[in-house]
């Protein structure tokens, strides 16, 4: 995907997710003076948030595989760096805050991300976890073509990796892990056809698949395209796929 589509990618991924997360992580105590790391920060709405958030004492560390859109942000409380989550120098004990969005979904050792989230911690700090899954959405009132291409797009992702089950597991999976204060909430949205929220972002999902979707033989061009003209058309509604926000505490060392 080349540099201008993914910003545009991120960009609709920021608009339909960053008001769930700045009320969640607002509502979690995110305040001046603390240190936070965002891991998987992407286009860096949130680690700019971040860093607004804990200035002018605080600090955030925002990390991704691809860092080129963070390191553009003139946030002076702000460091980015590159850096892959199962790294050896992935940082440990260190935060008051550890954040990840839209990141272990995509992870086939998710659980071994969030253990590994949990360790950046200091004992007593605030992990927040983001993923879309549960309920998988769609059209309000969907065609045949739309169900063919809901069922052969989560068929193809979910053999590369995805678990639509996961997000809803992931508190659970907190607490297995010995963090306090677990809790966790969803949300979806309702919107029509357009260019922009969770039918953007589901433009965006079948366009990367659709090689992959029409490889396996069960499904036409004619249908995925029929598919996405409703997700353009202001006259069809739609549901958004659930999204998760779950969140513990380390425990404070007796």
């Given at each position: 995907m080349g540099w201008e589509r993914e910003r545009e990618r991120l960009t609709a991924n920021e608009q339909f997710w960053d008001p769930f997360s700045v009320r969640i992580l607002g509502q979690l105590g995110i305040a001046e003076g603390m240190r936070v790391l965002d891991v998987g920060a992407g286009g860096g709405t949130m680690s700019q948030w971040f860093a607004r958030r804990v200035a002018p004492s605080g600090s955030v560390l925002a990390v991704d595989l691809d860092p080129r859109f963070i390191m553009a942000l003139d946030e002076p409380n702000l460091e980015a760096q590159q850096m892959d989550l199962f790294a050896d120098e992935f940082p440990r004990d260190s935060f008051d805050a550890v954040h990840a969005r839209c990141l272990l979904e995509h992870l086939p050792e998710r659980l071994r991300g969030l253990e590994r989230l949990i360790g950046a911690a200091r004992p007593g700090g605030l992990v927040a976890v983001c993923d879309f899954g549960g309920d998988l959405g769609g059209p309000v009132y969907p065609t045949p073509d739309d169900l063919r291409v809901q069922k052969v797009f989560f068929a193809v992702v979910n053999e590369a990796g995805w678990d639509h089950n996961w997000a809803p597991m992931i508190a659970e999976h907190m607490?297995?892990?010995?963090l306090e204060q677990v809790d966790a909430e969803s949300f979806r949205r309702y919107t029509v056809g357009g260019e922009t929220g969770s039918v953007r972002i589901n433009q965006f999902s079948i366009g990367v698949?659709?090689?992959?979707?029409?490889?396996?033989g069960t499904i036409t061009a004619d249908q995925i395209d029929a598919c996405l003209a409703r997700l353009c058309d202001p006259t069809v509604g739609h549901l958004s796929c659930e999204t998760w926000y779950a969140w513990g505490r380390r425990p404070v060392a007796a």
């Open positions: 607490r297995q892990l010995g698949a659709r090689d992959r979707m029409l490889a396996t």
